[in-house]
């Protein structure tokens, strides 16, 4: 083969490389973009400051950085949630049960509007410990809250010595144990006879009651759906 047929092979050969090069370079970019989006979102979200809506501790918030995992309940939800809430319950001097309480917002938001106790139930002790440096940050008496590790199933199937006037339920959407939780609260009798539960889950997962139970109000977000359940007059 002559000098002239191999260079002219070799210009053919690196201008099919550069042109791969080309080609694949906008998709490399992109998933970098990519990579780089969902970095800075999961940093935003994880250390997006857990706020205190309305009540006594009205905007009170504390910046620490969630823990991995966890899911906290939006401003915008949990807002329309309470002022639902506030029109099925009176809010002072109740007592209230946050399980999978997570960032433990909805139990803190209920201490603000005048619960005088909450129980946050979840079995990561990272979130407890977030729970009690929240409630020491804004100084909330130790005898108005307790935080317990352990499964949800496992605690509520256990042998209580209290009842709560307002359950929250918000356990991880893929678990999607919701009906089974709000039934151990009924079934268990841990409930007050005018308590209500507000339970959270995936517009995906039904809901299925004992008769003598109803759903009050029903709100869906996007993809996420609440119910308000109490016991029927």
């Keep these: 083969m002559s000098a002239d047929l191999m260079h002219s092979d ?35 979200f994880c250390c997006s400051p857990m706020r205190i809506i309305s009540g006594k501790y009205k905007g009170r918030r504390f ?3 969630l823990p991995n995992g966890i899911r ?8 329309t949630v309470f002022n639902i809430l506030s029109n099925l319950i009176e809010f002072d001097d109740i007592s209230v049960c946050d399980i999978f309480a997570g960032s433990g917002g909805l139990g803190f938001e209920s201490i ?6 909450c129980t946050f139930v979840d079995k990561s002790s990272k979130a407890l410990r977030y729970i009690d440096e929240f409630a020491k940050y804004i100084r909330i ?12 199933m496992k605690y509520l199937r256990q042998e209580q010595n209290m009842t709560y006037d307002a359950f929250f339920v918000d356990p991880p959407y893929d678990l999607r144990i919701g009906d089974t939780v709000v039934n151990a609260i009924i079934d268990n009798g841990l409930l007050t006879d005018n308590g209500i539960i507000v339970a959270e889950s995936a517009t995906t997962d039904g809901l299925v ?11 869906i977000f996007g993809t996420t759906q609440v119910h308000f359940i109490g016991k029927k007059e």
């Design 141 to 152: 008496d130790k005898a108005n809250y307790e935080c317990i590790k352990s499964d949800t």
């Design 63 to 65: 910046d620490k950085r």
């Design 72 to 79: 906290p309940t939006t401003d915008s939800i949990k807002e």
């Design 112 to 117: 603000s509007r005048g619960a005088t106790f």
């Design 209 to 219: 009651l004992p008769e003598n139970y109803e759903i009050f109000h029903h709100k």
């Design 10 to 44: 070799n210009i053919r050969h690196n201008s099919t490389t550069e042109q791969r090069s080309i080609v694949h370079a906008p998709h490399i970019f992109i998933r970098l973009c990519l990579v780089l989006l969902y970095r800075i979102s999961r940093n935003i």
